[in-house]
Antibody, heavy 119, light 107 residues
Framework: QVQLVESGGGLVKPGGSLRLSCAVS????????MSWIRQAPGKGLEWLSD????????NYADSVKGRFTISRDNAKNLLYLQMDSLRAEDTAVYYC????????????WGQGTLVTVSS | DIQMTQFPVSLSASVGARVTITCRAS??????LAWYQQTPGKAPKLLLF???TLGSGVPSRFSGSGSGTDYSLTVSSLQPEDSATYYC?????????FGQGTKLEIK
C-alpha cells in the first residue's frame, strides 16, 4: 500500500529555516519523480519543485528558487525539502506527491504538513 | 509560465444534475492536463489525467475533454459526495501550474 507521510512543519520566524521530510512506503522513490506542492490557507495549489529519475535533475518554481532545495535519500526512501530564508508568504500546507508515471500528474499525495512563518 | 484559468469559480447544483467546469491554458498544453478533487482538510485526489483518462477508482460519472488550450471536466449525475473544490493542472512544461479552483456545492 502506497503511503506518503510528511513531517517537519511548524512555526518559524521570517528568515529562518526548516527541513520537511516525506517518508514513503509501498514503492521506491528511486523509481519515481517526486514533488513538493503547497497550499496557502484558503488558497489554491502551487507546484514548488520536483526531483527526477534517474539523474536527480531538479526543477523549482521561481517563488522558491534559490531558497528551497529538494533532495532524496533512496536508501531511506525519504524525500526532503530544505527551506531557507523563509517569508510570511511561505505559510502553507506542504504536500509531497508521487508522479503517476513520470509525466507530471500526481497519483499519490501525503496528508500535508503545515508551515507557519511568523514573528 | 503557463497560466491556467478555471471557470466558474463556484457553482451550486442539485443531486443528479450535470455540471461542467472549464479550464483554459495561456498556451497549448498538448493534452497534458489533469483534474483533481479536494475536500476540506484533505489532500487532492487525481480524477483524470491526459485530459480524459480516469484515475484509479474514479467513478465513470466523471469525464474530461478538450485540446489545445481549452479543457473541461463534466460530472454527469452529481452525487452528494461530489461536493468539493476541483483543480485543473497542466503538466506539459515546468513550472507545472494549477487553476485557481472551482468550488462545487450540492444543493
Amino acid at each position: 500500500q502506497v503511503q506518503l507521510v510528511e513531517s517537519g512543519g511548524g512555526l518559524v520566524k521570517p528568515g529562518g529555516s526548516l527541513r520537511l521530510s516525506c517518508a514513503v512506503s509501498g514503492f521506491s522513490i528511486s523509481d519515481y519523480r517526486m514533488s513538493w506542492i503547497r497550499q496557502a490557507p484558503g488558497k489554491g495549489l502551487e507546484w514548488l519543485s520536483d526531483i527526477r529519475i534517474p539523474d536527480t535533475y531538479t526543477n523549482y518554481a521561481d517563488s522558491v528558487k534559490g531558497r528551497f532545495t529538494i533532495s532524496r535519500d533512496n536508501a531511506k526512501n525519504l524525500l526532503y525539502l530544505q527551506m531557507d530564508s523563509l517569508r510570511a508568504e511561505d505559510t502553507a500546507v506542504y504536500y509531497c506527491a508521487r508522479d503517476r508515471q513520470n509525466f507530471g500528474d500526481y497519483e499519490y499525495w501525503g496528508q500535508g504538513t503545515l508551515v507557519t512563518v511568523s514573528s | 509560465d503557463i497560466q491556467m484559468t478555471q471557470f466558474p469559480v463556484s457553482l451550486s447544483a442539485s443531486v443528479g444534475a450535470r455540471v461542467t467546469i472549464t479550464c483554459r491554458a495561456s498556451r497549448d498544453v498538448r493534452n497534458s492536463l489533469a483534474w483533481y478533487q479536494q475536500t476540506p482538510g484533505k489532500a487532492p485526489k487525481l480524477l483524470l489525467f491526459a485530459t480524459s483518462t480516469l484515475g484509479s477508482g474514479v467513478p465513470s460519472r466523471f469525464s474530461g475533454s478538450g485540446s489545445g488550450t481549452d479543457y473541461s471536466l463534466t460530472v454527469s449525475s452529481l452525487q452528494p459526495e461530489d461536493s468539493a473544490t476541483y483543480y485543473c493542472q497542466q503538466y506539459y512544461i515546468t513550472p507545472y501550474t494549477f487553476g485557481q479552483g472551482t468550488k462545487l456545492e450540492i444543493k
